[in-house]
DNA sequence: TAAACCTGTGTAAGCGCTTACAAACGCGTT
DNA sequence: AACGCGTTTGTAAGCGCTTACACAGGTTTA
């Protein structure tokens, strides 16, 4: 049972195709008496407009490609409710697709994405991220999330990992911490290296008020996380402060150390990274480095509207956003 | 600068539109050297299809539109979940769009949608969702996930909630609970209300194994269950257990509890619904009665797909299938 | 050697819609 | 009565793609 066309609506209404979709788009130029008929015939047939062909003629429509390396789970769920809602408030609709990490899905989502968007929000974390720019075609304005895609972006909005590796040390030395660990993200991530980089960069500068130091590698997972605080605690020397590449390993972590016997914050504190939801409810709560999620999708959106709003899709100098991360302490890292 | 478009690579490869089409669509009724031509001239040009050109001439997205009161959270994130991944099993995208529990969002976004999915997977747990039919459009192929969207649907997957309420007052009882209290979802929702009649029901059934019981009125978000366990504890007749209409309201529940002073199981048993991912971390461990949630997406999308591989769409007995809830015991409910 | 076939290729008609353009009409003016 | 004007309408040309159909060659067959 094929839906209605617009030409249907026209033949039972009794006017020219034109004048109907006149009529259906309230333009101001059509008679009251043909604008009724053709609303009650439009009723009538159960006629919807058929989105896809409009946005051919009209070369817009209205929504915008949301590229994630995956399209659930707690972090990229607050991005796509950040995104969800600068959306609604611009009007505009969303398809979404996940890449899985995969370079390759990523192209063939992108490739389903072309002439269904107007534009494109893409997040990719991967070191290697560079390889992205050259599946995404060059014509769609385009705003990258956390992401190392060079350049040809209209706009990109990042996180200052950095910054947020070198807050985490700085507060575990100043809860009195001297043996510090870090369980860092995938190596391949991006944001994992940073934040890496910069709590070594911060270890190292600490100098003498440290008594010790390591690195284990996770990849994001809490399992991963798990493990790795094993790991820790098996070895010789244990820490007494562990700062892990995200949330999902801290609470790996917290798991890790209860089944150990061990306490946090007493025996080793634990400090997180994102703050996603979950964080306030593990036991203890876990103090993280807040990184506005939700704002990272919000404001993403925000500046690819932008871009779409410019007359003719001019770059008007790309505009690059960095949010810091925020140091929200709980109880799992409270020492002092 | 717009993208190339394939009338360009057939100029560009001199050859008519037509066989550039069958080159880049791999067809094997072209010559060896059109196709490496047109191919070539393609990569020359960055050209990418135009997917909704594409899509109104088959008359074939391979999209299909997910509508669900919210596009994040626990609950949703998981029913994406499994979308996404049965999705991607049967080559089809995804587009998304939140109702906001608003059923003239929800009009906007099935218009919307409108031309650019071949089918539709709708969720939407609203007691009045029978006015729902009226904004869906009758052509396409829609599968319903726990809704009760009247018919014309090409199926259906809900959960059996008024079992699932039997199932926890039975699981309380055996805990040697003798004081039931629960704290209810939404009225307006409508699974909310058949979990709360199972929870009734069993009630009344048990009798004199009873020695007291009541129900007080949430609405699914966490903030509502704390108030109204507050109001239970505030009482003269304090309940032994709460089974509450979902799990972020078990987790309010335990704040509470945990402001209170009290203990749970020891002192009150708790019981959610859903199972979703934070039920595990919160402190008791919630007991819960599991509802395959990634399930419900997965299967939700295959009923559609499969709907969607009929020649033309043909009904073919509409598909209902009901998931059983499963009681998950974990610490918040074990007394002993 | 003509009839019967393949194989590749191009022409053109859509898919359902928007929108420039021109035609048609009713007016008030001179 | 001829003119200009503003309003309403229809015609038709796309948007970027697929695909039925026709047609030109080159092979086979009888």
Redesign the interface.
């Known amino acids: ?3 209605a066309t617009l030409k249907d609506v026209a033949k039972e209404a009794d006017v020219s195709i034109a004048s109907a979709s006149r009529a259906i788009n309230g333009l101001d130029n059509v008679a009251e008496g043909v604008r009724t008929r053709v609303l009650e015939a439009a009723a009538r047939l ?1 006629y ?9 003629a009209m070369n817009r ?3 915008i490609g949301l590229l994630l390396p995956d ?4 972090f ?3 991005i ?2 950040g995104v ?1 809602v600068a959306a ?1 408030a611009h009007g505009l ?6 890449s899985h990490g995969d370079i390759r ?1 990523a192209g063939v ?8 968007v107007d534009g494109l929000l893409v997040m990719s974390p991967f070191v290697d991220s560079q390889d992205m720019g050259a599946v995404l ?4 304005p385009l705003v990258t999330i956390a992401s190392r895609i060079g350049d040809g972006a209209s706009g990109s909005i990042t996180v200052d990992n950095f910054a947020g590796g070198r807050m985490a040390v700085d507060h575990l030395i100043s809860q009195g911490c001297t043996r510090l660990a870090h369980i860092s993200g995938p190596a391949t991530n991006h944001e994992a290296r940073e934040r890496q980089r910069g709590f070594e960069t911060a270890v190292a500068e600490a100098g003498a008020k440290l008594a010790w130091s390591a690195v284990e590698t996770g990849d994001f997972g809490e399992d991963s996380g798990f493990e790795a605080m094993r790991r820790l605690l098996a070895a010789d020397v244990r820490p007494d402060a562990v700062f892990t590449g995200n949330d999902m390993m801290a ?1 790996g972590a917290l798991f890790a150390l209860k089944e150990a016997g061990l306490k946090a914050p007493d025996d080793v504190a634990v400090l997180g990274f994102d703050d996603v ?2 964080a306030r ?3 203890p709560a876990l103090s993280t480095l807040k990184v506005g999620v939700y704002e990272l999708g919000r404001q993403g959106l925000d500046l690819l509207a932008k871009a779409l709003a410019q007359p003719n ?1 001019a770059p008007s100098a790309a505009q690059r956003i960095i949010i810091s991360p925020e140091l929200v302490i709980r109880e799992s890292s409270k020492k002092v």
């Open positions: 049972m094929r839906g159960h919807i407009p058929h989105g896809g062909a409009r946005a051919l429509t209205n929504t399209i659930h789970g707690e990229f769920s607050e796509i409710r969800d609604r609709h969303l398809l979404v697709s996940g899905e989502a992108v490739m389903a994405m072309s002439g269904r075609p060059v014509s769609l609470v939801p979950i409810f593990v036991q899709g």
